[in-house]
């Protein structure tokens, strides 16, 4: 097992004899210190920030050891779902470079994704370097302090350190495990230093004066606020209903005349936030509505045209029990079904009202109209045939979800979804 070149036994703020030149700082502080994810899962961290000390394949090569990582839809190609050592050796690693100074708190350890095996770490130990050649490992006190890892292969883990360590880089020492050796890995830091070179030469930056983060329920309905009280004379809350747990969903109005219907004026509605736990769609409509408060502020006069003659409606959160389900738990933590549905578990995005339905039915009964034509296009036969590239979608008779199974396996392999 990897160590300082002179054995280190505690973990106390002197550095050891043989970090002289490249000091280890740990820390000792009176309150914990939550730290978020350092980016293993978001790529973030890219892959050549990534090492292991070996590999079964390519394709279960160091890159593929982050969190939640996926297998590719054939196993044992270069899309696999883990990093896993080329054997069972006690003396495997998998390491990750911050390419900064890191207060580091924790990790979030997980199993192989696969079908096929049940491979995942359930005990290992942690060091830390300033130059990746002399570790300390992390201890007790007393001795290399062992931590436990998982009991299955998908539930991510939490482990907290009890006392962060400063460094630049960390390894996961896997000590037991079940099946063979593979894990998927996300480190909890906080960084200490500057931006890196890296970060430098690659940061993209804004100009605008625009809230670019993720907005809890709290922090959404603020900002809402902030937007009408810039643009008082062209938006307007207002609310559409409550949620399961009572919180009230929120709309914004942009118009000329907020909360006036005018005639002939058209009216457009985005929604956002149907899947409580995706978020894109949430951020984008806060943004907009920032953006045109701000553009029309401005003078833009193609937003100002847009304003005057179309009343806009932004509604950036269906369902946020869901997302607050979601974002407690962490996607560190959670899995992609953690805050999707309502809480009575609908999905939004497929219950949407069938006003048509009747319809038809009284007309096949023939108590209704006389029959019109049918105000669908009926998806062509040759859409559905093996290997097509468009998601068979809204072909009457054939399902109530709308998306086709033919069609999302086209969309797997390259096609285009309609």
Same mark, same amino acid.
């Given at each position: 097992?990897?160590?300082?070149?002179?054995?280190?036994?505690?973990?106390?703020?002197?550095?050891?004899?043989?970090?002289?030149?490249?000091?280890?700082?740990?820390?000792?502080?009176?309150?914990?210190?939550?730290?978020?994810?350092?980016?293993?899962?978001? %790529?973030?961290?890219?892959?050549?920030?990534?090492?292991?000390?070996?590999?079964?394949? %390519?394709?279960?090569?160091?890159?593929?050891?982050?969190?939640?990582?996926?297998?590719?839809?054939?196993?044992?190609?270069?899309?696999?779902?883990?990093?896993?050592?080329?054997?069972?050796?006690?003396?495997?690693?998998?390491?990750?470079?911050?390419?900064?100074?890191?207060?580091?708190?924790?990790?979030?350890?997980?199993?192989?994704?696969?079908? @096929?095996?049940?491979?995942?770490?359930?005990?290992?130990?942690?060091?830390?370097?300033?130059?990746?050649?002399?570790?300390?490992? +992390?201890? &007790?006190?007393?001795?290399?302090?062992?931590? +436990?890892?998982?009991?299955?292969?998908?539930?991510?883990?939490?482990?907290?350190?009890?006392?962060?360590?400063?460094?630049?880089?960390?390894?996961?020492?896997?000590?037991?495990?079940?099946?063979?050796?593979?894990?998927?890995?996300?480190? $909890?830091?906080?960084?200490?230093?500057?931006? =890196? +070179?890296?970060?430098?030469?690659?940061?993209?930056?804004?100009?605008?004066?625009?809230?670019?983060?993720?907005? =809890?329920?709290?922090?959404?309905?603020?900002?809402?606020?902030?937007?009408?009280?810039?643009?008082?004379?062209?938006?307007?809350? +207002?609310?559409?209903?409550?949620?399961?747990?009572?919180?009230?969903?929120?709309?914004?109005?942009?118009?000329?005349?907020?909360?006036?219907?005018?005639?002939?004026?058209?009216?457009?509605?985005?929604?956002?936030?149907?899947?409580?736990?995706?978020?894109?769609?949430?951020?984008? @409509?806060?943004?907009?509505?920032?953006?045109?408060?701000?553009?029309?502020?401005?003078?833009?006069?193609?937003?100002?045209? $847009?304003?005057?003659?179309?009343?806009?409606?932004?509604?950036? =959160?269906?369902?946020?029990?869901?997302?607050? @389900?979601?974002?407690?738990?962490?996607?560190?933590?959670? &899995?992609?079904?953690?805050?999707?549905?309502?809480?009575?578990?609908?999905?939004?995005?497929?219950?949407?009202?069938?006003?048509?339905?009747?319809?038809?039915?009284?007309?096949?009964?023939?108590?209704?109209?006389?029959?019109?034509?049918?105000?669908?296009?009926?998806?062509?036969?040759?859409?559905?045939?093996?290997?097509?590239?468009?998601?068979?979608?809204?072909?009457?008779?054939?399902?109530?979800?709308?998306?086709?199974?033919?069609?999302?396996?086209?969309?797997?392999?390259?096609?285009?979804?309609?």
């Amino acid at each position: 097992m990897p160590c300082c070149a002179v054995p280190c036994h505690t973990m106390h703020a002197v550095p050891c004899h043989a970090m002289h030149a490249m000091p280890l700082r740990l820390t000792h502080p009176e309150v914990q210190v939550e730290c978020p994810p350092i980016g293993l899962e978001s %790529h973030r961290i890219e892959d050549e920030q990534l090492l292991a000390s070996s590999m079964l394949r %390519h394709g279960l090569g160091a890159q593929r050891g982050r969190l939640n990582m996926q297998a590719g839809a054939n196993e044992d190609d270069f899309f696999d779902g883990a990093w896993c050592a080329e054997d069972d050796g006690r003396t495997h690693w998998l390491e990750v470079d911050t390419r900064r100074t890191t207060k580091f708190t924790g990790v979030v350890t997980q199993g192989r994704d696969s079908q @096929l095996h049940e491979d995942f770490v359930t005990r290992f130990y942690v060091g830390f370097s300033n130059d990746s050649q002399t570790w300390v490992m +992390y201890t &007790n006190g007393y001795e290399e302090m062992m931590f +436990y890892g998982n009991v299955d292969k998908d539930t991510p883990v939490l482990t907290e350190f009890p006392e962060p360590v400063v460094a630049r880089y960390i390894r996961v020492f896997p000590r037991s495990w079940n099946g063979s050796l593979c894990m998927r890995l996300e480190v $909890l830091g906080c960084p200490l230093s500057g931006d =890196s +070179y890296y970060a430098q030469q690659n940061e993209v930056t804004s100009s605008d004066n625009l809230d670019f983060r993720h907005h =809890s329920y709290k922090d959404m309905r603020q900002l809402m606020k902030v937007v009408n009280e810039e643009c008082p004379t062209i938006t307007r809350i +207002y609310n559409i209903g409550k949620s399961s747990r009572g919180l009230k969903l929120y709309a914004m109005e942009i118009s000329d005349n907020p909360g006036e219907h005018e005639t002939g004026e058209p009216e457009f509605r985005y929604t956002a936030g149907l899947h409580g736990n995706e978020v894109l769609g949430r951020e984008l @409509l806060l943004l907009l509505m920032q953006f045109l408060c701000k553009e029309h502020r401005d003078g833009n006069p193609r937003v100002r045209a $847009l304003v005057a003659e179309t009343r806009i409606h932004l509604v950036p =959160s269906l369902n946020p029990d869901g997302y607050e @389900l979601a974002r407690t738990a962490g996607s560190e933590l959670g &899995n992609w079904a953690l805050g999707h549905w309502t809480e009575e578990g609908f999905d939004l995005f497929e219950n949407f009202p069938d006003l048509a339905a009747p319809l038809w039915a009284a007309q096949e009964r023939q108590r209704g109209p006389p029959r019109l034509p049918e105000q669908r296009l009926p998806v062509p036969e040759h859409y559905l045939d093996e290997g097509a590239a468009v998601s068979a979608a809204g072909r009457p008779g054939h399902g109530t979800g709308g998306w086709g199974v033919r069609g999302e396996a086209a969309v797997r392999e390259g096609g285009c979804g309609a």
